[in-house]
Every structure is written in structure tokens, then in C-alpha cells.
């Protein structure tokens, strides 16, 4: 139909943590969203997947961005900007990015996460 249902799952080392809205009929959807969420420190990885919510079959994956401990720790203020989308299945093929801010936030003994899942492309 030339347009998507999208949302994002937020996983945290392959723990769902976090669903956004889903954004109806677009290619270009707005979320605006912020989260926090307490971070373990013995964490490795967060990953975000842009799903198409389908009503009449499974929810397809469109992509994924994954943000490692290494790179958050290249980035001790935080990040932000467009990531690109990579593939989930081999078979399917990923054309689009995710803006997202990230920013870590606390002492080393309490770390938070801030993850503003901001638009899509």
C-alpha cells in the first residue's frame, strides 16, 4: 500500500524493555518519545527494532539498530543523530534510518538510560 504501521522495541541484552506507539500509514513516523530505564552494569547492548504492526498476520521486522557498551562509552555525553537501519532476517531486504538521542546519565554505581526514540525514515 506504499506506507507502514511502524513502532520500536527497545531491548536491552534481547529483554524487551520498552514499546513505542505505533504510528499509522506512514513511511515517516514521529514518536517524540522519552524513556529512562535503570541500567545494569554489566549490560552489553541495546538494540531498537522498528516494526510494521500487521492486524491480520505477525508483525514484520523492518530493522534494527544496535548500540553497544563500547559505543556508548565513545560517546561519554551521549549521541545523537540518524542510525541506519540494519537487516533482522537475511532474506529481507532494509532501505530506511531511526533518529535517536541516547544519553547516559548518573554515577557508574546508578547509571540511567534516556533513549529519545525521536523519528523514522
Same mark, same amino acid.
Given at each position: 500500500?506504499?506506507?507502514?504501521? @511502524?513502532?520500536?522495541?527497545?531491548? #536491552?541484552?534481547?529483554?524487551?524493555?520498552?514499546? +513505542?506507539? +505505533?504510528?499509522?500509514?506512514?513511511?515517516?513516523?514521529?514518536?517524540?518519545?522519552?524513556?529512562? !530505564? &535503570?541500567? &545494569? @552494569?554489566?549490560?552489553?547492548?541495546?538494540? #531498537?527494532? !522498528?516494526?510494521?504492526?500487521?492486524?491480520?498476520?505477525?508483525?514484520?521486522?523492518?530493522?534494527?539498530?544496535?548500540?553497544?557498551?563500547?559505543?556508548?562509552?565513545?560517546?561519554?555525553?551521549?549521541?545523537?543523530?540518524?542510525?541506519?537501519?540494519?537487516?533482522?532476517? @537475511?532474506?529481507?531486504?532494509v532501505q530506511g534510518e531511526i533518529?535517536?538521542?541516547?544519553e547516559v546519565l548518573g554515577s @557508574?554505581?546508578?547509571?540511567?538510560?534516556?533513549?529519545?526514540?525521536?523519528?523514522?525514515?
Open positions: 500500500t506504499g506506507s507502514s504501521d @511502524p513502532y520500536c522495541i527497545v531491548k #536491552i541484552d534481547d529483554e524487551a524493555i520498552i514499546r +513505542t506507539a +505505533t504510528v499509522w500509514k506512514t513511511l515517516s513516523p514521529f514518536w517524540g518519545e522519552e524513556y529512562e !530505564v &535503570q541500567l &545494569q @552494569p554489566s549490560f552489553h547492548s541495546i538494540s #531498537i527494532y !522498528v516494526m510494521d504492526e500487521d492486524a491480520l498476520s505477525r508483525d514484520d521486522v523492518i530493522g534494527k539498530v544496535c548500540i553497544t557498551r563500547d559505543m556508548l562509552a565513545e560517546h561519554p555525553k551521549g549521541y545523537s543523530g540518524w542510525l541506519s537501519l540494519s537487516e533482522v532476517d @537475511p532474506d529481507e531486504e533518529h535517536l538521542r541516547v @557508574p554505581g546508578s547509571r540511567r538510560l534516556r533513549c529519545s526514540v525521536l523519528e523514522a525514515r
